[in-house]
């Protein structure tokens, strides 16, 4: 069975697919196994996040490095658990 692509729309979004027919001896059908090859930009496929891109963002947490021992050293986690609900304590600390 020949492969082909396909073009999904999610979320007003274009996504180029390879889809690869295969039958199934369990099921005794034709099942269908879709790869992943980009977002549809101008009838190609480009992939959204390959290595050789430029992140958009990068974020240092350097400067957290020793709030979060200070925090592990006191047990805050520990402490906030008993008084606040356990959804809270991460975005507390």
Same mark, same amino acid.
């Given at each position: 069975?020949?492969?082909?692509?396909?073009? =999904?729309?999610? /979320?007003? *979004?274009?996504?180029?697919?390879?889809?690869?027919?295969?039958?199934?001896?369990?099921? =005794? &059908?034709?099942?269908?196994?879709? &790869?992943?090859?980009?977002? /549809?930009?101008?009838?190609? +496929?480009?992939? %959204?996040?390959? +290595?050789?891109?430029?992140?958009?963002? @990068?974020?240092? *947490?350097?400067?957290? @490095?020793? !709030? =979060?021992?200070? +925090?592990?050293? !006191?047990?805050?986690?520990?402490?906030?658990?008993? @008084? @606040?609900?356990?959804?809270? %304590?991460?975005?507390?600390?």
């Amino acid at each position: 069975m020949k492969s082909f692509t396909r073009i =999904k729309k999610i /979320n007003s *979004h274009e996504y180029i697919y390879e889809i690869t027919p295969y039958y199934d001896k369990k099921k =005794k &059908k034709i099942r269908q196994k879709s &790869k992943y090859l980009g977002k /549809n930009v101008n009838g190609v +496929a480009v992939k %959204v996040r390959s +290595a050789d891109q430029i992140p958009k963002k @990068v974020l240092s *947490h350097g400067e957290f @490095v020793p !709030l =979060k021992q200070i +925090a592990e050293d !006191l047990e805050m986690e520990k402490v906030l658990s008993g @008084v @606040v609900p356990g959804k809270e %304590v991460w975005p507390i600390l």
